[in-house]
């Protein structure tokens, strides 16, 4: 397969474990099917936590940032995926009231010129066919991934305009540009019920007492993309993150083979198009496709 008839994915996150929870088994699929997946990594997490009980412990916290440099590596392989990190600095939850202020240097500080540049430059290098990245609420409000969100859209308009950042290589412009929709108010509710129904104990009661259907954000869903015979990677993924993710946790409590059966997509909204793909559609290459291979 030449380089014009690939079909290219890259898919901008904001912390390592993100893409093993966004997306994943969309990813691998495609790399299943042949196209080339590419993770962009803004930051190197170094101010997460560790979020696993079992491995709370001062050795880890210690080398915590290159520990998450290991556990991305082999999330990489397990996914199939190329992955690079663009080399901000996390700027970490800010917790309290008032907020307190970001730390200086952190990746949500730097002026969006300057932070979209690395990615510019990736796109040019790697000229994906289609851009992944949060919606404009970063997906949950953290300043990371807010500023991913916003860094992934100026790149997306930039990467193309031969006037634009003129010095980080030939112009590229991919065709279409997604926001990430899986954590929705319906597929909540449908993966609790079916574990209620089949008598096991839902994860979920108290996320769906609490949630304010105005925040609900499905009725933007324009793409679902069937992965479920992904859904293991996606799980294997995420676990090589492991001082990211408690494997006794809510993450795991629904078993695969109802969430296969419940919801076997993941979710998306065509944010960007420059092809015709008429919506809905279960392909984040519709439209592409067929450009693609006559090329
Ligand atoms: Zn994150």
Redesign the pocket.
């Known amino acids: 397969m030449t380089d014009a008839d690939q079909l290219r994915l890259l898919a901008v996150h ?2 390592p474990d ?1 893409e093993s929870s966004k997306g994943a088994a969309t990813m691998a699929k495609y790399v299943a099917e042949g196209a080339r997946v590419m993770v962009a990594t803004c930051t190197g997490g170094e101010r997460g936590s560790v979020l696993n009980p079992a491995l709370d412990k001062p050795e880890v916290w210690e080398r915590l940032p290159q520990i998450r440099t290991e556990e991305m590596a082999r999330a990489r392989e397990i996914l199939g995926v190329e992955q690079e990190f663009l080399g901000f600095v996390d700027s970490g939850l800010p917790e309290g009231d008032p907020l307190p202020p970001l730390p200086e240097g952190c990746f949500a500080l730097v002026p969006l010129e300057e932070a979209a540049a690395p990615l510019v430059a990736l796109i040019r290098r790697f000229r994906p066919h289609v851009v992944t990245t949060y919606d404009e609420r970063g997906g949950y409000p ?1 300043p ?2 807010i500023k991913t969100h916003e860094i992934s859209v100026h790149a997306f308009e930039a990467a193309g305009d031969p006037d634009r950042y003129p010095e980080l290589g030939e112009p590229w412009q991919p065709s279409k540009l997604y926001y990430h929709m899986s954590f929705t108010l319906p597929r909540t509710r449908a993966l609790h019920e079916a574990v209620l129904a089949s008598g096991g104990e839902s994860p979920y009661a108290e996320w769906l007492e609490n949630w304010d259907p105005e925040n609900d954000i499905s009725h933007r869903v324009t793409t679902k993309v069937p992965c479920a015979e992904y859904f293991d990677v996606r799980d294997a993924a995420l676990i090589a993150h492991a001082t990211q993710i408690d494997p006794t946790g809510r993450w795991f409590a629904v078993p695969m083979d109802l969430q296969q059966r419940v919801w076997p997509t993941e979710d998306y909204e065509l944010a960007r198009s420059l092809v015709d793909a008429p919506v809905p559609e279960d392909d984040l290459f519709a439209g592409i496709r067929s450009e693609v291979t006559v090329r």
């Open positions: 904001a912390h993100d953290h990371d991934h």
